[in-house]
T-cell receptor, first 112, second 111 residues
Framework: NAGVTQTPKFQVLKTGQSMTLQCAQDMNHEYMSWYRQDPGMGLRLIHYSVGAGITDQGEVPNGYNVSRSTTEDFPLRLLSAAPSQTSVYFC???????????FGPGTRLTVT | AQRVTQPEKLLSVFKGAPVELKCNYSYSGSPELFWYVQYSRQRLQLLLRHISRESIKGFTADLNKGETSFHLKKPFAQEEDSAMYYCALQVGGGSNYKLTFGKGTLLTVNP
């Protein structure tokens, strides 16, 4: 199993540009989520999904969209990038609703 | 709203010394609590969950509902324990899949 994969690893955007961060898992997990990690802030939940076709907002959803058309994929879309979205983004998945079991390697995003 | 507090941003100990990473939470019900670890240049890993009462890599954590704490302990620290540690809280049930993380404690174990 590849586990949880994320692409790209690094990305630089200009303010106002849009892009999609890709996340995929091959473990047939129902539960997936997106977090951002900022220095001194820990991890904050952006959006999560409890199964294909079902998504919900986390703690910091503004400026981000998600969809879950398949069990495997959970892309995160930045609609109009802002410097405040400069961060490291982690995707995660679990077979259980209890906690997060597997994290992806992260995407480091810089918005100038 | 629930909250997780890790009062120490940085913690430095010597190899062989006991280590305790503090975690306090605010929630009036019965929470699920977790510790996660992130070694340098690696992805986050689940270290342990309170409900399983397990010991991983020599670490243990006990839930103290009276003090609303879930401190992580190890009797003899090793250099390879140097990492960022996050405490996390999950509340509710059903399809509630929201985890709240603390801000993390960077542990350095000196030789």
């Amino acid at each position: 199993n590849a586990g949880v994969t994320q692409t790209p690893k690094f990305q630089v955007l200009k303010t106002g540009q849009s892009m999609t961060l890709q996340c995929a898992q091959d473990m047939n997990h129902e539960y997936m989520s997106w977090y951002r990690q900022d220095p001194g802030m820990g991890l904050r939940l952006i959006h999560y999904s409890v199964g294909a076709g079902i998504t919900d907002q986390g703690e910091v959803p503004n400026g981000y969209n998600v969809s879950r058309s398949t069990t495997e994929d959970f892309p995160l879309r930045l609609l109009s990038a802002a410097p405040s979205q400069t961060s490291v983004y982690f995707c995660a998945s679990s077979y259980s609703v209890k906690g997060v079991r597997y994290f992806g390697p992260g995407t480091r995003l810089t918005v100038t | 709203a629930q909250r997780v507090t890790q009062p120490e941003k940085l913690l430095s100990v010597f190899k062989g010394a006991p280590v305790e990473l503090k975690c306090n939470y605010s929630y009036s019900g019965s929470p699920e609590l977790f510790w996660y670890v992130q070694y340098s240049r690696q992805r986050l890993q689940l270290l342990l969950r309170h409900i399983s009462r397990e010991s991983i890599k020599g670490f243990t954590a006990d839930l103290n509902k009276g003090e609303t704490s879930f401190h992580l302990k190890k009797p003899f620290a090793q250099e390879e324990d140097s990492a960022m540690y996050y405490c996390a809280l999950q509340v509710g049930g059903g399809s509630n899949y929201k985890l709240t993380f603390g801000k993390g404690t960077l542990l350095t174990v000196n030789p």
